[in-house]
């Protein structure tokens, strides 16, 4: 048996956010199960330590109720309350709980005291999840948490690992926006890595597979924007996933769109190619299976008017012809061959788009999951 992570999202600093003494409840759904648990909390954009009154993980039920016989208390280092140092991680000590596959949990954490909008909580935002924010006291041991506002964002919970059997692979899916599933539907879980995991484990007899999503929205190969570019995070989001054996790399389209217009981030697909050999190599020296997706059509796009430009488009087509024929990687994941419109392959095919040309519709992020060819996890 070893540690397999079943869920996690990366860290950032969640803007406009503050809390005191409160109850956060938030869902997190497991990609494989097991029988024993445990669960890391980060701090990673804390200016000071953050202190955490109580914490506790149970099986979901309805809403913002859980499954009471379920319900664990977490500890650290044998105490039932913990001081995150800033900057840091945080493991919980493991607990015993029967974790069905595919099964929600429902991760709950006091704050105590204050953690004001300038303590820059750490979390994920736009996590297209329901969680759940408490008025003043600790309630996580409540069946049914008294709510005072929800929210779409995670807060301060990382990952959460189980103990599996041996030769469970565990896929990172290394991405931006669309593999975030930004604009998919609230609670539905049809991002394409929540897609590729439900048809891991329908195949059943297999090797078992969990799936972790280390995506961020406007994340880019090369430089900082929303968070560390993925050169800088590459060893914390994927060398550093527990048990982690492949890894999904797609990224770039953010590099070629250069959001904020500056001068000194335009970037050409030489450079982007460099960028996605460097993943390629650091992963596979771990002995990571790694593998390359190509980058979607992005024709007109309206999230950000003007980001797509012919020449544009010429780099994404120049750096996806590299993905599929250098061999820097393990295999191909071709994301682009999936859909683009077969008569015009400058943009998504209309029913794969959520209407921005620039991110998948719902439909669109299951074709995603559904072109990974599972062979590529034996």
């Known amino acids: ?40 909390f980060s701090n990673a954009s804390g200016g000071r330590p953050l202190v955490i009154g109580a914490a506790r993980v149970a099986l979901r039920g309805e809403g913002a109720a859980i499954r009471p016989a379920s319900d ?18 945080l493991l919980s000590d493991p607990v015993d709980l029967s974790v069905p596959t595919l099964a929600d949990l429902a991760v709950s954490i006091y704050l105590p005291g204050e953690t004001p909008e300038n303590f820059a909580p750490t979390g994920h935002g736009n996590a297209h999840q329901t969680g759940y924010i408490s008025p003043p006291g ?31 692979g565990v896929v990172v899916a290394f991405g931006d926006s669309l593999t975030d599933g930004n604009l998919s539907s609230l609670d539905a879980n049809c991002r394409w890595p929540d897609r590729l995991a439900r048809r891991l484990v329908e195949r059943r007899a297999k090797r078992p597979f969990a799936v972790m999503n280390h995506g961020i929205g406007g994340n880019r190969i090369l430089h900082d924007t929303r968070g560390d570019s993925g050169l800088r995070r590459f060893d914390r989001d994927v060398l550093a996933a527990c048990g982690a054996t ?5 990224l770039g389209i953010n590099d070629i769109r250069n959001r904020w217009g500056r001068p000194e981030e335009v970037v050409s697909a030489a450079q982007m190619i460099a960028g996605l050999r460097q993943l390629a190599e650091r992963g596979k020296e771990r002995g990571i299976v790694m593998y390359g997706a190509t980058l979607l059509p ?79 996890f034996e």
């Not at 070893?2 to 996690?8: E, F, I, K, Y």
């Not at 208390?73 to 995150?84: N, Y």
Request: aromatic share 10%; proline share 5%.
């Open 298 to 376: 992005f024709e007109n796009e309206t999230f950000l008017p003007g980001a797509w430009t012919p020449e544009r488009d010429r780099t994404r087509l120049e750096v996806n012809q590299w993905i599929r024929d250098a061999g820097a990687f393990d295999a191909v994941i071709d994301f682009d061959a999936a859909l683009r419109d077969p008569e015009r392959h400058a943009r998504m095919l209309p029913e794969y788009d959520c209407g921005d040309h620039l991110h998948p519709s719902d439909r669109g992020y299951t074709a995603m999951g559904d072109a990974i060819d599972l062979a590529l």
């Open 72 to 89: 664990r208390g977490l500890t650290f280092g044998g105490e039932s309350s913990a001081v995150v140092a800033a900057g840091a991680p």
């Open 1 to 40: 048996m070893r540690w397999a992570g079943t869920w996690a999202t990366s860290p950032l600093a969640v803007e406009g956010q503050s809390f005191a003494n409160q109850t956060l409840r938030m869902i997190c759904r497991a990609s494989i199960g097991g029988e024993r648990l445990r669960l890391r």
């Open 246 to 250: 492949h890894a999904i790399v797609f």
């Open 138 to 168: 600790d309630f996580t041991g409540a069946a049914s948490l008294p709510v005072a506002k929800t929210t779409e964002d995670w807060f301060f919970v990382n990952a959460i690992e189980v103990l599996a059997p041996s030769d469970t």
